[in-house]
T-cell receptor, first 113, second 115 residues
Framework: DADVTQTPRNRITKTGKRIMLECSQT?????MYWYRQDPGLGLRLIYY???????NKGEISDGYSVSRQAQAKFSLSLESAIPNQTALYFC????????????FGEGSRLTVL | DQQVKQNSPSLSVQEGRISILNCDYT??????FLWYKKYPAEGPTFLIS?????DKNEDGRFTVFLNKSAKHLSLHIVPSQPGDSAVYFC??????????????FGKGITLSVRP
């Protein structure tokens, strides 16, 4: 079983709909992250959380919100999806110390029509 | 402002030869550098890293070189194998206030190793 699990793996939705992507981890890490990958743009940080009561905006947080329900769970919401939010989304975790090495989930592909 | 740059979008090499993947950075505060490998339909996985106090780190077929004065690092794969075909991301981290850190990624380079 994957240590970092994302659901759903694939989702097609329409403009204006509310979408939630969920992430759960069994690694026991305090830090969790949401990234999006777009062709030619690499991985960009949306939000991150260093513990249950900590939420921080990343470089592209507009149009997104997050909830850290527990140490093991970090969800990403699109309140009103738009087509340019079509992307591959990755959840990741890391330990508190060290280099910041990330452990990624398998990704959630979101298409907004 | 892109702080981690992978200027070549793709690289094709023959099996058995050396693959050299380059990465440049602009922020002198970065103190740790990592390479991630990503196969289609999978999440990125950690490959190798290097601290800014070193200039070389080797792990099997993979070696990362760091040139701090040039703000440049490179990943060498020798010998290259078809299974190395993937997207490679360069990433960098710097200590934030409170000793936390997070990664900044480059755009990635697609490596194709021809049999």
């Amino acid at each position: 079983d994957a240590d970092v699990t994302q659901t759903p793996r694939n989702r097609i939705t329409k403009t204006g709909k509310r979408i939630m992507l969920e992430c759960s981890q069994t690694k026991g890490h305090d830090r969790m992250y949401w990234y999006r990958q777009d062709p030619g743009l690499g991985l960009r940080l949306i939000y991150y959380s260093f513990d249950v009561k900590d939420i921080n905006k990343g470089e592209i947080s507009d149009g997104y919100s997050v909830s850290r329900q527990a140490q093991a769970k970090f969800s990403l919401s699109l309140e009103s999806a738009i087509p340019n939010q079509t992307a591959l989304y990755f959840c990741a975790t890391s330990v508190n110390q060290g280099s910041g090495e990330l452990f990624f989930g398998e990704g959630s592909r979101l298409t907004v029509l | 402002d892109q702080q981690v740059k992978q200027n070549s979008p793709s690289l094709s090499v023959q099996e058995g030869r050396i693959s050299i993947l380059n990465c440049d950075y602009t922020n002198s505060m970065f103190d740790y550098f990592l390479w991630y490998k990503k196969y289609p339909a999978e999440g990125p996985t950690f490959l190798i890293s290097i601290s800014s106090i070193k200039d070389k780190n080797e792990d099997g077929r993979f070696t990362v070189f760091l040139n701090k004065s040039a703000k440049h690092l490179s990943l060498h794969i020798v010998p290259s194998q078809p299974g190395d075909s993937a997207v490679y991301f360069c990433a960098a981290s710097r200590p934030e206030i409170g000793a936390n850190s997070k990664l900044t990624f480059g755009k990635g380079i697609t490596l194709s190793v021809r049999p």
